[in-house]
């Protein structure tokens, strides 16, 4: 009996022992918890900084050098052979906060002996904390919209005039508008991405398109210009001098017409009509179209009434170069034929003087 109760006393006495380690085991693994809760566990890194065995001050401190330093620089945007500054500040907002709380998250979501292995064998917590930014669009918005106000433009038409007896045409300026709603997008992302934070310069282009004109040089074809001075037909092609024929235009009593017209009509073989002047009046009400039609066998006639670029019969070819028509412009047969051809009803006719 004796010896059983130096047993059950010894028992008693290690059961007490172990309690005791146990509790001071645990009181030194909490103390210890404690003492770390701010050290960074292994596995931690952002942006390819080890933020391993760090404090939360180290911690902030290198996220504001490495991501909130370098994206609050300024942004410069380049477009329409203009530059602008964006400055990010009150657009971009870093959550210095929200990547702190992820770089604590595994080891203060793990158990107290997940910590303590970790501190103890090395086992890692892994995370990988990414930049976290907020844009505020609005404002962007605004930013863009300002910055449209000294890119907008309206496209300018080419235009075509007669100076001298040649065509001459200024060319279209093409306009340019800020497509907002993709500047306002691709500015945020260039404001955000990795480069704003990695590169030595941050530029970013801001979305122009451009805006073409209704009417540029290449919408100019064909025009005639006629020098009644002169006596010539010029034809040209857009502001090119295609080629150009003798004519006879009206004599004095009968001029020929000054102006801008247009041709209205082309005509073969067709009959003459009288028109009832004192210079036509022994002339037949008709002449049927054929080698003694006064026209020729080719017209082409401009939106004033009676007047024709026209054919001629032999016995008015001396007459080309001099003014002897009625108010038409007279041209050798071969000249209207070749004319003919190469002009359309609607084209431009400037008679000058």
Request: proline letters at 7%; glycine letters at 8%; hydrophobic letters at 40%.
């Amino acid at each position: 009996m004796k010896v059983e109760s130096t047993a059950k006393k010894i028992l008693s006495y290690v059961a007490i022992v172990l309690m005791v380690a146990f509790t001071a085991a645990s009181a030194w693994a909490i103390v210890s918890d404690w003492a770390y809760r701010d050290i960074v566990a292994k596995g931690a890194t952002s942006v390819g900084n080890d933020l391993t065995g760090m404090t939360e001050g180290q911690v902030r401190a290198t996220i504001d050098r490495d991501i909130s330093t370098p994206v609050m620089q300024p942004l410069t945007v380049n477009g329409d052979g203009k530059s602008w500054t964006l400055d990010p500040k009150g657009i971009v907002t870093v959550d210095g906060n929200g990547m702190v709380a992820a770089v604590y998250s595994p080891s203060r979501k793990a158990t107290l002996v997940t910590r303590l292995i970790s501190r103890i064998a090395g086992q890692p917590l892994p995370t990988d904390v990414k930049p976290a930014y907020t844009v505020d669009s609005a404002g962007l918005a605004g930013w863009v919209k300002k910055t449209a106000t000294s890119v907008d433009r309206a496209p300018v038409n080419a235009t075509r005039q007669v100076v001298g007896y040649a065509i001459q045409i200024t060319p279209a300026v093409y306009g340019a508008t800020v497509e907002q709603t993709r500047a306002v997008d691709e500015l945020s992302n260039a404001l955000t991405s990795e480069a704003a934070r990695t590169s030595a310069s941050k530029v970013a282009s801001l979305a122009i398109s451009s805006v073409t004109p209704s009417i540029v040089a290449s919408s100019f074809g064909n025009a005639i210009v006629v020098s009644l001075s002169q006596c010539k037909i010029r034809l040209f092609s857009g502001d090119q001098l295609v080629t150009e024929y003798p004519c006879a235009p009206g004599q004095p009593a009968w001029p020929t017409p000054k102006g801008d017209f247009k041709i209205v009509s082309k005509q073969v073989n067709a009959p003459w009509i009288n028109p009832h002047s004192a210079w036509s009046a022994s002339m037949p009400d008709v002449i049927p179209g054929g080698p003694g039609n006064p026209m020729g066998d080719r017209k082409i006639g401009i939106n004033f009434p009676g007047v024709f670029m026209h054919g001629i019969p032999r016995s008015e070819y001396s007459s080309i170069g001099t003014h002897a028509s009625h108010g038409c412009m007279r041209m050798m047969p071969s000249a209207v034929h070749d004319l003919y051809t190469r002009v359309s009803i609607g084209e431009p006719v400037f008679i000058r003087k």
